[in-house]
């Protein structure tokens, strides 16, 4: 593992715990800090109190989807460099994930998949 690796902060957002519990687990088991939350909203409140160094959100979530928090992450100033790793099972087929988020994944995912994707998404952030 990198030092990139070791202090990085991940908030990751999906509103499936066992599918949130199980990707939370095993970013840690790689050295990342992970913070979790089940929707939108919550992210949108966490991201007040500490910054991350990537978000990772599901796209289908309530009160606030992966859409919506990506908006608000980047209409804000403070917050809008921040790296977004979107993430679906059923992404609506005129939704281009492009448009939103800095990589996509299809769920489920490989962890080897996600993690190449983390490790990308970092890399560039720190360039």
């Given at each position: ?9 991940v908030l990751l957002v999906d509103d499936e715990p ?110």
């Open positions: 593992m990198d030092d990139v690796t070791n202090k990085a902060h066992g599918v949130r519990d199980s990707i939370a687990l095993l970013l840690e088991l790689e050295g990342y800090r992970v913070t979790q939350a089940p929707d939108g909203q919550e992210a949108w409140e966490l991201l007040g109190q500490a910054r991350p160094d990537l978000v990772i959100s599901d796209y289908m979530m309530p009160r606030l989807n992966g859409r919506q928090l990506a908006e608000r992450l980047r209409s804000d100033p403070t917050l809008e460099d921040i790296p977004i790793l979107l993430m679906s099972g059923a992404l609506p087929p005129a939704v281009d994930p492009a448009a939103i988020a800095d990589g996509f994944l299809q769920k489920p995912a490989s962890f080897a998949h996600l993690n190449q994707m983390v490790e990308l998404l970092l890399s560039r952030a720190a360039d």
